[in-house]
Structure formats: C-alpha cells, structure tokens
C-alpha cells in the first residue's frame, strides 16, 4: 500500500487514486534558459522515481505522466535579447540541452512535454473566466491581476498567512495592483517582447497561469498528483491552487509532492546565488549513474548537500554493487523476500535511501554464494538485484564495463589493454615472467589496475 506525504495536509496519506486505470501526476518542469544544474537534477530524478513506482503498481498503460517547459518569461526574454536571438531559439536549444541531460541521466520521457506558448488560448481562455468570476481584474495599464483576497482558501499549501505577506510585500513601478498580494495573469506587451493577442491588448502570460492551463487540459480540472521543487510551494503552486480552483470550482490535485533543495555550503543551489554546477559540469567528472545514485542516497524530501565527497561514496557503493553483478548469468527470476522488503520501502513515501540498503543486503547475499560455489543461487540472486535496480534506474550497465570505468583523452583504450592484458597471458603460460611483469607495470603507469582471480584477469582504471 503506498503511502505519500502530502504537502497539502502536511502529513503522509495513502494514495487513493481517482481512477486507478488513469493515474495523472503533472509535475513543473525547467524555465529553459539555460543549461541546468545538479538541483534540476534531483527533480528529474526523483519525480522518475515516482513515476517508475507508480508503473510498478499500476502498469505502465495506466500512468500519465505531463512535465512541462516554461519556455516564455521574463529571464527568457531577458537572455534572448542579451544574445540578440529570437526568444523561442533559446528556447528550442535549451530544452534540446535539458533532453540530452536528462537522457543521459536514464530518466524516462515523461507522456506529455507541454510548451507554455503552445497553449495561449487556454491561458486566455481562464484569465477570462477569472475575470468574469469576479478573481481577477483588467488594470489600466492593459495587465490582468488575480485577487488573491477573493480565494479564502489562499494559503492552504504553504501555510502562508495572507496579513503577514502583506505586510511585506510591495508593489513595484509599473505595476497597477488592488492589492501587493495580487499577482499578474497577463502581461502588457512592452518593446522587444514577445506578444500575442488578447481581449485586454497584446501581451504575454504570467508564469502561473501557464501551468494552470497546462495541466488543466492535458489532465483534467481535477488529477491525482501535483509535482515540484520546494521552492515552487510558494507562491507558485499556491497561486495555482487560487487561480485554477476558482476556475474550476474544484481542487486541482489529491497530493502534492515536493522535493528538497540540493545545498552547496549550507545554502540551497540556485543560479541567482552563483553557486550552481550544471549537469553538463558534473557528468564531466563522474558516471551519469553516479550522479543518479549520489540523489538516490537521500529521502527526496531531505536536504542533498553536494559535494566531491559525496559523489566519491555513491561511485564506491556503486562499484560494490557492480561488482556483485560481475560474472553473474541474469536471467528472469521470482521475487523473494528481498523483493517484498524493497517494495515495503518505495511504498513508505519513495524511501530510496532504504530500498538501496536492501540492495546491499542482496549484493552481500549475492557474495555469499559466490564465496560458496553456489553459483545457481548467485545467478538468481543478482538477477533480481538488477531488477530491482531498473525500478530506480541503475545497474542496468555491463558491470565490467562501469568497474572498468570511463577513459578521459589521452588514455589507453579499452582495446589496447585487452591486447595487453591477453600478450600478459600469453606469458605468464610461457613462464615468461620478466614480459609478464614489464606489461603489469606498463598497466600501472597507465593507471591500470589488475585483478587476478580463479575466473581470469579483469581491470579497470584507478
């Protein structure tokens, strides 16, 4: 039985689908400016988890999954006029970029990859019905607003007070608010801007609107799951709550999920504090499966503190498992109880951190039998620890080819130590010793570890 915890009732609830044969999860996706960082790591990863969970238990068939793109506000536009480009170029490389980062990261697409700017006229379409409703209202300036005291539901997500966020909120030049609450659903076109027409002028939408229609069309006015970084709980997701509710006239999503921020020296990683690595930067020095391990290693919900250090341990533990799964014959096998324990963990909230130590308790299993010739049991065993690690993403490699580990420019390539490797055999069974110890230390000198053992000499690099 899974159990979520929710962050609109602040507690963990089991999930009780809508229709179990439609399960609908819409999660907020990247603003594609740029190229993404370890902390849009962690959401991607950890929103695969749940969706690959959520596949386990309803079948693939019966989840939909809808990540979407903001690919139009005002730090596009900014950029994009920085670079003297159209803004929807950008746009277009950048979530080409984010593709290539995520595919490199083994997540799965999600069904829907839905584009603000592809859903204009829905946007459009319940800024007006808001306007007719009586929550928002047409300034003179040619902006739309959202009244937020109209929702007396405002605030039930993030727990914000809405008297103690008025006091410190203000309004900026330009803007023509009722109140410093409100918040914009369309934007007054200015020069050099993208616009798009609209009974209150040209303009372009507020970021929260987008996914209000996004999700609303592509999963309904009312779906299961809602989806996001801690840092989207306000005002974001709130301002979704109070715009597409009013709408509707129903709530928008059972369960909302966020993940923990990824925290680089005590202070969550952010490009607007510069101390951000992209994706890209990291994959340089480690495995895209380290990088998948290393958020693993947390509950998503807990702080990820980024560091070398880190990174290093989940490469070692990585490497114990691989090495458990090296030589193995993996073929279809029956769960055991190692099985039931993993499952026990992901169905307590997504509990990676446990359902990892299970597999660790299957690799030592695994070891065992090995250390015992029971090479039936071993086979089975591993067949299952690599089952169980497709349902978070990793051990699906060739273990000798990660224990091997990735060569950098310059090295000897994998062909050229296996010929090395097989001339050493070659003399080591003439009883040329001399030969067989020059190529060791030609191996070594190259970074090259041997290991010798009953079933032959495997290597990887140091």
């Known amino acids: 039985m899974l159990e979520i915890y929710n962050s609109l009732s602040k507690k963990k609830e089991v999930f009780k689908p809508i229709d179990e044969k439609n399960i609908r999860m819409y999660v907020c996706g990247m603003t594609v400016y ?56 950008l746009t277009e490389r950048f979530i080409k970029a984010l593709d290539e980062d995520a595919d490199a990261l083994g997540i799965l697409r999600p069904n829907i990859e839905p584009r603000a700017t592809e859903y204009i006229e829905q946007i459009i379409n319940i800024t007006q019905t808001l306007v007719d409703k009586g929550f928002a209202y047409p300034a003179a300036n040619g902006d739309v607003y959202y009244s937020v005291k109209k929702f007396a539901e ?19 030049i330009g803007e023509e608010k009722e109140d410093p609450m409100d918040f914009v659903l369309w934007k007054a076109s200015k020069p050099d801007e993208p616009k798009w027409d609209s009974p209150w002028g040209e303009g372009r939408p507020g970021w929260h609107i987008e996914c209000s229609a996004m999700c609303s069309h592509n999963l309904g006015d009312h779906f299961d799951i809602h989806g996001g970084g801690a840092d989207l709980k306000f005002p974001h997701h709130e301002n979704e709550i109070a715009q597409s509710e009013a709408a509707s006239g129903v709530n928008l999503a059972n369960y909302w999920i966020h ?3 990824v925290m680089v020296d005590e202070d969550k990683m952010s490009k607007s504090l510069g101390n951000f690595f992209t994706i890209r930067d990291v994959l340089a020095l480690y495995p895209a499966e380290v990088i ?38 993996i073929s279809d096998v029956a769960p055991s ?47 299952e620890l690599k089952a169980l690690g497709l349902r978070l993403g990793i051990l699906q490699n060739d273990p000798g080819t990660f224990l091997r580990g990735e060569s950098k420019e310059g090295d000897m390539s994998d062909a050229e130590v296996d010929a090395l490797i097989q001339e050493r055999l070659t003399a080591r069974a003439e009883k040329n010793w001399a030969r067989a110890d020059e190529i060791r230390d030609q191996l070594k000198a190259a970074n090259i570890i041997l290991e010798d053992g009953k079933d032959g000499t495997s290597w990887k690099r140091g």
């Open 292 to 329: 998948r391990y290393f958020v693993l290693m947390s509950h998503y919900r807990s702080p990820l503190n980024y560091s070398d250090e880190n990174l290093n341990h989940a490469k070692a533990a990585l490497t114990r498992l691989y090495t458990a799964l090296r030589d193995a014959q």
């Open 34 to 89: 740029d190229y993404c960082h370890v902390g849009h790591a962690r959401a991607l990863i950890v929103f695969d988890i749940v969706y690959r969970h959520l596949i386990s238990i309803y079948g693939k068939e019966a989840v939909t999954y809808v990540r979407n793109h903001t690919d139009i506000d005002d730090r596009i536009i900014k950029r994009a006029n920085e670079n003297g480009e159209p803004f929807n170029h």
């Open 259 to 261: 993940n923990g921020h």
């Open 337 to 383: 109880d190692y099985s039931k324990r993993f499952d026990e963990a992901m169905n307590d909230d997504f509990n990676t951190a446990e359902g990892l130590a299970v597999l660790f308790d299957l690799a030592k299993a695994v070891n065992r039998a090995k250390d015992e010739s029971d090479s039936s049991t071993a086979n089975q065993l591993a067949s």
């Open 154 to 172: 405002y605030g039930k997500l993030s727990g914000r007070n809405l008297e103690d966020e008025r006091a410190g909120a203000r309004v900026e």
